[in-house]
């Protein structure tokens, strides 16, 4: 038998993956959220319009801003549930929307607007059930950490891929000069 095998064969026999044991006011909280995502999807977009951020409700773009919008709201009520957060494939699709928003013309800020919209929605729907659940202190306030929390990492990426796509479009200044300069 080699060394080799044997350490490995001792790390694994060591190691043991972490365990999630959620509160059970978190679960049922999570619960909830699960059962309101088509909701906040609608107050979402029903706010972005009432905000007047009319190029998110084009046909063009509001698809992706609602598919977006969707799946960070049911990955809030998944952590809830079994604490597991977003997986690659799920952050790759809310960056795809920064790309897409560049492609198209659709200015940062507008795109920023569009998630302070959806932030305020959800924490509008979790006060709702906390209020209605009797959910205590600590819950509750993982809940609002956790919107804020999506919101600000799913803005920071959505402009993060935004600013890429942008400067894909856009020669440098050092492209730009003449091969005699380079």
Known sequence: MTVG??????????????TF??????VRLGQARAARVSEVTQLTAAATAA??????????????IRDVHTLTSRAIARFLITGQGTTESERNFISSVGI??????LSLAILSRSYLVWR???????????????????????AR?????????????????YE???CLAVPSEHSMEPAVLR
């Open 120 to 142: 305020d929605a959800n924490l509008r729907v979790v006060n709702e059930e906390i209020n209605r659940l009797a959910i205590g202190q600590t819950v509750s306030t993982l």
């Open 5 to 18: 095998a044997l350490a490995w064969g001792r790390r694994s026999a060591l190691y043991r993956p972490p």
């Open 164 to 166: 890429y796509q942008r």
């Open 51 to 64: 905000a007047g951020l009319i190029e998110l409700t084009s046909p063009r773009f509001a698809k992706q």
């Open 145 to 161: 950490k956790i919107i804020r929390s999506s919101a600000d990492t799913g803005l920071g990426r959505m402009a993060r891929a």
């Open 100 to 105: 897409f928003a560049a492609r198209h013309g």
């Open 21 to 26: 044991s959620a509160d059970p006011a978190s």
